[in-house]
């Protein structure tokens, strides 16, 4: 393994790895995938290896780097479903935004709606957004009826908390 994938694993490696269970439950399907292709990966590698000089061997060159990535995702991968901390739907009891919640929000005359997720579940598109998320961060451990405002590029924007669920 590299220095910087060592690095990086060892910098992450106390930080909760927020995913809800579906997460999870793709991530070890990945995971089971990954491995599974790795026997192959390997003989590919090993394959291309025999054709002789490695220094100019295209074909060599692109099977190792495959092997790499899938070692590197691999255990990127364990290390994300060990430090795995499940979302929980819902507000806290104090009924203050948090990870897993459902925001519903009032901005420029509009109600949008919001699951606040970790980020590796986020889609805006489809309203999950992550607690890292200028937004979503602001929207953290407030309550219905507070006032949020977020700088933007053309001024601050505000946004209601109508309703947490």
Do not use: C
């Amino acid at each position: 393994m590299s220095k910087r994938m060592s690095d990086e694993l060892r910098d992450k490696a106390y930080e909760p790895f927020h995913i809800t269970e579906e997460g999870l439950r793709r991530l070890r399907e990945k995971l089971a995938r990954l491995k599974r292709a790795l026997p192959g990966r390997i003989e590919e590698t090993a394959r291309t290896a025999a054709y002789g000089d490695r220094s100019e061997n295209d074909e060599y060159k692109t099977a190792k780097g495959a092997l790499r990535r899938t070692k590197w995702q691999i255990l990127e991968i364990e290390d994300q479903i060990k430090r795995a901390a499940i979302i929980k739907s819902g507000f806290g009891a104090s009924g203050k935004v948090r990870i897993g919640s459902l925001v519903v929000l009032e901005t420029d005359g509009a109600k949008k709606t919001f699951e606040i997720l970790g980020p590796h579940e986020t889609d805006p598109s489809k309203g999950r957004i992550s607690y890292e998320s200028p937004l979503g961060a602001a929207l953290l451990n407030h309550v219905q009826g507070d006032i949020i405002l977020l700088k933007a590029g053309n001024g601050p924007k505000e946004y209601r908390i109508l309703e947490v669920q």
